[in-house]
């Protein structure tokens, strides 16, 4: 099949990015020895310990220039809890301690089996929700998540719903559902004799993807049943949020909604176009930004195939004409409407250039027509999701996954952003800063929308899979996509940061969630805003953790107006055990390293048992 053959059959990419090769730079991170800490997804976990009180100072922009100066205390313990009575104080310390406990966390789930067993069900119900349900979770239903909304939002705290239902699956099970619907059935009939990338191939020993994975729920495949179940699921979590909030944001996995199979393929053929294009870049002369800034034209894309032997000037000159030129003279093979769009056969994407033959080549033998639905539905689901969300006011968060998943859900919410970001930043992606490449993803993204007149979102994460990537890349043969230690992820998490805080001093149509429980981030974030006179009020600095979880961060953000969110679970107590499983373990990790919250939970107890206020009850 020759390149002539194949393009014209491929609907548009936007310029410079050319069949989702995102051009980038690579980025060179500092080696450091210390080993690089575990950090949640959607949120970091670690709560990092500070000495002294400090105060930061913001300026808030007023239309007569004056400048009034915004002091926030992470120490007033009496504003951070504020929201809480003593009762759920005292549940705090005791849920806190008990993670401390080695053989409590290993052992949580055969003991919450036991409790259930011993006590039985409305016992260890009403047992759960006076200790880690109720710290973590925030009701079984939509009714019964309402009051406490409600009380977060009148102290200046909003929400991200998420309907945190899992699947108790084993092991055994966990493989199987994976190597069934991440390999296709040519894939099956060629044994092993294709020419897939180990990296974007499923693999046994890694099959269950919860393994070494504490902080992000894990959506197996199982049928297209249960992916329409999952898209009504988070279709509720949205009108939830509109009907909670004027403002709220609702979260989604890509791998919720269809075959996993497709986002593996989709991001090998991805992967490859990048690196086809970085090479005709390199015969013009361009690297990293520098790709992005000339474009790749189409006169010098012409010279450069024909330099490549890859065909004659007269043939290629008829593949790049009509449709197929965009607005400023590059090429465009993929948009959204032709995604989901049921005439386009979406196996007619996943081609990737031969260097040796000068011909582009499918990417599999063969897709049957049931594959060839189930990519398509998945791509249909995210539209009725990204319209869900547009319609109810609410803004759709991406959350990220597994990097040999990451560049397909990358590229597909860049394409959501370009259609629903227009008038205001519907769609947010979720850029994990512990992976290498993490800048280079955040500036050509940034680039991309300032062109194109776009919305940029982002929310910013450390990310949740260090042990599962790390143990996958040195078993099957390919580079460690993680930064070497924990100081290169702060230092990546800070520098991707501070380039969307640049570009939202510059143009006002960047947005950020600054998703951490790393107190010196929030304080990094709010020295900058102070130097660029970003005002809280403006809405383009968003913050977020964990329900139940670095309350003294989230509540005197909210009371001094900045936005701020937490995400806040719900789901009946039986099904979201796995969830809670995950919180013992995470909250394990940072209350042995930092003694910090305990300690402002304590100091908040002592103030109001001398100050006569242990029966303080939360006025609003």
């Not at 970091?44 to 400090?54: F, M, R, T």
């Not at 329409?228 to 004027?246: Q, Y």
């Not at 789901?571 to 796995?578: C, Q, Y």
């Amino acid at each position: 099949m020759s390149y002539c053959k194949v393009i014209p059959a491929v609907a548009r990419v936007k310029p410079a990015h050319l069949f989702g090769a995102r051009l980038r730079s690579t980025a060179a991170a500092s080696t450091q020895h210390k080993e690089l800490k575990s950090d949640d997804a959607p949120l970091d976990p670690s709560c990092a310990v500070v000495e002294k009180p400090c105060e930061v100072d913001l300026i808030s922009r007023k239309a007569h220039t004056e400048r009034q100066r915004i002091s926030i205390d992470f120490d007033n313990t009496q504003e951070a809890y504020k929201s809480k009575d003593t009762l759920e104080l005292l549940r705090s310390l005791l849920v806190f301690k008990l993670c401390t406990f080695d053989f409590l966390v290993d052992k949580n789930k055969e003991l919450m089996d036991l409790s259930k067993k011993v006590f039985g069900q409305r016992l260890f119900e009403k047992l759960m929700k006076m200790t880690f349900y109720g710290q973590f979770v925030a009701g079984e239903d939509q009714n019964t998540i309402k009051p406490l909304i409600e009380k977060n939002q009148a102290f200046g705290v909003g929400s991200v719903l998420d309907y945190s239902v899992e699947e108790d699956l084993t092991q055994e099970e966990a493989e199987k559902k994976e190597m069934d619907s991440c390999v296709s059935e040519a894939e099956k009939e060629s044994h092993g004799m294709d020419h897939r990338e180990k990296k974007y191939k499923a693999h046994r020993q890694f099959g269950d993807r919860r393994g070494g994975v504490i902080s992000a729920r894990t959506y197996f495949y199982a049928d297209e049943a249960k992916c329409d179940h999952h898209m009504e699921t988070f279709i509720n979590c949205i009108k939830a949020s509109a009907g909670s909030s004027v403002d709220g944001f609702s979260a989604i996995k890509m791998t919720a909604l269809g075959r996993p199979q497709f986002l593996l393929q989709f991001s090998e053929v991805l992967v490859k176009w990048r690196r086809f294009f970085n090479l005709l870049a390199a015969h013009q002369g361009k690297d990293g930004m520098a790709i992005l800034e000339q474009k790749l034209e189409l006169e010098q894309l012409q010279d450069s195939l024909i330099k490549l032997g890859v065909g004659a000037k007269s043939d290629i000159e008829n593949w790049f004409t009509g449709e197929k030129l965009g607005s400023s003279g590059t090429i465009d093979l993929l948009d959204w409407n032709s995604l989901i769009n049921d005439t386009t056969k979406i196996s007619n994407l996943l081609v990737v250039p031969n260097m040796e033959s000068g011909h582009l080549e499918p990417l599999l033998s063969k897709f049957t027509d049931e594959e060839e639905k189930q990519m398509k539905r998945m791509l249909q689901r995210m539209d009725v999701l990204a319209k869900h969300a547009v319609e109810n006011g609410v803004r759709l968060m991406v959350d990220a996954e597994q990097t040999y998943f990451q560049p397909a859900i990358s590229r597909l919410t860049l394409e959501m952003q370009r259609i629903f970001n227009r008038e205001k930043p519907n769609i947010f992606n979720t850029y994990q800063c512990y992976l290498r490449e993490a800048y280079d993803n955040v500036s050509v993204d940034v680039e991309l929308s300032r062109r194109e007149g776009w919305y940029f979102g982002a929310k910013l994460v450390r990310g949740a899979y260090m042990c599962q990537e790390r143990s996958r890349a040195a078993e099957i043969g390919y580079e460690d996509p993680i930064n070497p230690d924990y100081e290169a992820t702060n230092r990546m998490y800070h520098k991707c940061l501070e380039y969307i805080l640049e570009e939202i001093n510059h143009n006002r149509m960047a947005n950020v969630m600054v998703a951490s429980h790393n107190e010196d981030t929030v304080k990094f974030t709010l020295e900058k805003m102070n130097e660029t006179s970003l005002s809280p009020t403006e809405n383009k600095v968003y913050f977020g953790q964990l329900l139940g979880m670095c309350d003294q961060i989230s509540f005197p953000l909210g009371q001094a107006g900045f936005p701020v969110y937490k995400y806040v679970p719900y789901g009946p107590v039986n099904e979201v055990i796995p969830y809670l499983s995950r919180r013992a373990q995470e909250n394990r990790g940072f209350m042995k390293g930092s003694q910090r919250e305990r300690s402002l939970l304590w100091k908040e107890l002592k103030r109001r048992l001398f100050s006569g206020q242990l029966l303080y009850k939360p006025a609003y």
